[in-house]
């Protein structure tokens, strides 16, 4: 269910936030792990999880947006695509998931070389897991917001 007013919308973001900063901490601990490829699908196993988990928040998921007026439906998917986002209101699979990561390749390459340098290689490459986790978390919860208020909005005009 979308948020009702400025105020719940505003508290999902902080909840959302929230997430982002644990997963990205879990990200972060799996890239110190010295063997090759294990931070890569921890990094994919922890998008499929939380993205479907933001767009739940918001009110975003196909199954929600499903359920609301064809009115609705046709202004939120006029606004995703408007802002380009290829993550709200869909289905999150793993080849979304490796697109995304895709688009922030050099972070993921410097991370997976950095790692074969001991300790430093291993906290450089804590650091560029936790960024990229938190940016494409962060990237992700300000799209939904977007979306989410332009839906408010254009209900209660008033709001």
């Known amino acids: 269910m979308l948020p009702k007013n400025i105020d719940e919308l505003n508290a999902v973001r902080d909840e959302c936030k929230s997430l982002v900063m644990k997963r990205a901490s879990l990200s972060a601990g799996a890239a110190i792990v010295p063997i ?8 994919v196993t922890l998008l499929i999880e939380m993205i479907p988990m933001i767009n739940r928040k ?9 359920q609301l007026n064809p009115q609705l439906q046709q202004l939120l998917l006029v ?3 408007s802002i380009g986002s290829e993550l709200v209101g869909k289905m999150i699979t793993q080849q979304l998931v490796l697109q ?3 688009r922030i390749g050099i972070r993921v390459t410097t991370k997976s070389v950095a790692k074969f340098v001991p300790i430093l290689g291993q906290a450089l490459s804590a650091s560029i897991s936790f960024a990229a986790m938190r940016l494409i978390g962060n990237s992700h919860i300000n799209d939904c917001y977007e979306v989410a208020k332009k839906a408010l909005l254009t209900n209660n005009p008033a709001t």
Request: without cysteine.
């Open 36 to 43: 090759p490829g294990i931070d890569l699908g921890a990094d």
């Open 100 to 102: 995304v990561l895709q």
């Open 79 to 81: 606004t995703i695509t």
């Open 58 to 66: 918001f009110g975003l998921s196909p199954d929600q947006m499903d």
